[in-house]
């Protein structure tokens, strides 16, 4: 009867699947998550190199994202730089020279004007102004970094809240925007105030780039007073950040 794995064994099995190609990246960190607060002091002394500082990390990256005060980007890149050292290998370097980080930024490239997928009552907006507006949003998206599956859910989302709010009073549209943002404040905590200046920028930027965004938000600023909007936005801001470093 074969033994089962210790914790540090686990892990760097799991490893070598995600090398050979045989573990996709969800069940690696699945493995990570589990096993690295798993690891204790009858694994052996290589194996546990690091583990007791790791295994805290990881348990603290844990909680932060639960609580949403990290976000799934970040998290990932944390957990695929944390898995070395709970066996003592060397870190992937940081950059394109490490796999998963080449991973995300294929994931979060800049998509074409064209490839963003719009939802519309009609198949495709039905008056000349609403096809400008069209033009504008893709082009400003496109110029400012967001990728594709992230395009159509937040014209999704100023949607919904433009049905919403449409007809509402100022005060309403006010009390809104207000649990917006204290919702916001839950959800981001002490980064609260870096993270939504990083997501006014990316909007003015947007605004900046075609007039037919600068309009839309000048007129009607609470349309993107959204939760998932602000979460994927500063996802873009994020990425571009941390590229730029």
Do not use: C
């Not at 939760?227 to 936005?233: D, F, G, I, P």
């Amino acid at each position: 009867m074969n033994e089962p794995l210790t914790p540090a064994a686990e892990i760097s099995a799991a490893r070598q699947a995600r090398i050979d190609g045989t573990m996709n990246e969800r069940d690696f960190h699945a493995v990570m998550e589990r096993a690295g607060t798993q690891l204790n002091p009858g694994d052996s002394a290589s194996d546990l190199k690091n583990a007791g500082m790791t295994a805290e990390v990881i348990h603290q990256l844990k909680h932060q994202r639960i609580a949403g005060a990290i976000s799934e980007l970040e998290y990932h890149r944390q957990m695929a730089q944390l898995g070395p050292l709970m066996t003592g290998e060397a870190v992937p370097p940081q950059g394109n020279a490490d796999p998963f980080e080449r991973q995300i930024d294929e994931v979060m490239a800049s998509a074409k004007p064209e490839d963003y997928h719009f939802s519309y009552a009609t198949g495709s907006p039905s008056t000349p102004e609403a096809l400008a507006l069209d033009t504008d949003i893709r082009s400003a998206m496109s110029e400012t970094g967001i990728p594709k599956q992230l395009g159509g859910p937040i014209v999704d989302a100023v949607k919904q809240v433009a049905l919403h709010l449409e007809q509402a009073t100022p005060a309403a549209r006010d009390v809104h925007v207000e649990a917006f943002q204290s919702e916001m404040r839950k959800q981001w905590g002490a980064d609260f105030d870096s993270r939504r200046d990083a997501v006014s920028a990316l909007v003015a930027e947007m605004a900046e780039k075609r007039p037919g965004v600068a309009e839309l938000i000048d007129s009607a600023p609470w349309l993107i007073a959204d939760v998932r909007v602000a979460n994927y936005l500063w996802t873009v801001a994020e990425h571009r950040a941390r590229r730029r470093t």
